[in-house]
């Protein structure tokens, strides 16, 4: 059974950083593209940040573009979300998400996307 599991959320300040970390069990995700995506409440799901199969390709939300940074480790099976400069909106529930595709393929459609983790809470509050 295909699982996904987020960790690493928590309280952070302003300016703090966190890494979130994503955990594939039950398959291996050497053929998967990754996503992240955040939900605030009140607010749609958007697309935070994902990563190809190859880890050749990634994409991050222009909110997010030069402070956050995905990578990921077939190795640990696992893919990470860096992030640094912490601010207020970045506060929401972190999911993970996990899609059979080809090595170059991305998309930051959360619709795209058939597998995915329960989320990780982040809040980013002085």
């Known amino acids: 059974q295909l699982q996904l599991v987020e960790s690493g959320g928590g309280l952070v300040q302003p300016g703090g950083s966190l890494r979130l970390s994503c955990a594939a069990s039950g398959f291996t995700l050497d053929y998967y593209a990754i996503g992240w995506f955040r939900q605030a409440p009140g607010k749609e799901r958007e697309g935070v940040s994902c990563?190809?199969?190859?880890?050749?390709?990634?994409h991050y939300a222009d909110s997010v573009e030069g402070r956050f940074t995905i990578s990921r480790d077939n190795a640990k099976n696992t893919v990470y979300l860096q992030m640094n400069s912490l601010k207020p909106e970045d506060t929401a529930v972190y999911y993970c998400a996990a899609e059979l595709s080809g090595p170059r393929w991305w998309s930051l459609i959360a619709t795209e996307y058939d597998s995915w983790g329960q989320g990780a809470q982040v809040a980013v509050s002085s």
């Open positions: 990563i190809s199969s190859s880890g050749d390709v990634t």
